[in-house]
C-alpha cells in the first residue's frame, strides 16, 4: 500500500494562491499518474486535476487557466492554485494510480485530504 502525504493547504482570500504537494511513499513497483480530487460540504468528490507519469495532464473545466499541475519526480507532485475563489474551498485529496509489486494487480489509494478555504 502506497501513503499519499499533503501539505500546502489552507485560508486564502479570494484572488489569492495555494500550492499542494503530495509525495508517495511505501510500496511502489510503479506509478502510472497522480491526481487531486476536491471534495465540498454536501457534494461529491470531483476531479481537479490529474499527471501521468509521461507528463500528460487532464484538467477539470472549472480550474483550466488557473491550476497547473506538476511533478517534482515520480513521488511528488504539486499543484499551483491561481485567483482562487470561493467555491474552490474544499478537501483537496491526493490519489495515486499505481503498481505496487510487479506480480500485483493496478491499484490507486487516497491521502488524508487538506483543507482549502478561500474567504475574505
Known amino acids: 500500500q502506497v501513503q499519499l502525504v499533503e501539505s500546502g493547504g489552507g485560508l486564502v482570500q479570494p484572488g489569492g494562491s495555494l500550492t499542494l504537494s503530495c509525495a508517495a511513499s511505501g510500496s511502489i513497483f510503479s506509478i502510472y499518474a497522480m491526481g487531486w480530487y476536491r471534495q465540498a460540504p454536501g457534494k461529491q468528490r470531483e476531479l481537479v486535476a490529474t499527471i501521468t507519469t509521461g507528463g500528460r495532464t487532464n484538467y477539470a473545466d472549472s480550474v483550466k487557466g488557473r491550476f497547473t499541475i506538476s511533478r517534482d519526480n515520480a513521488k511528488v507532485i504539486n499543484l499551483r492554485m491561481n485567483n482562487l475563489k470561493p467555491e474552490d474551498t474544499a478537501v483537496y485529496y491526493c490519489?495515486?494510480?499505481?503498481?505496487?509489486?510487479?506480480?500485483?494487480?493496478?491499484?490507486?489509494?487516497w491521502g488524508q485530504g487538506t483543507q482549502v478555504t478561500v474567504s475574505s
Open positions: 490519489n495515486a494510480d499505481y503498481r505496487p509489486r510487479s506480480w500485483a494487480a493496478r491499484t490507486d489509494d
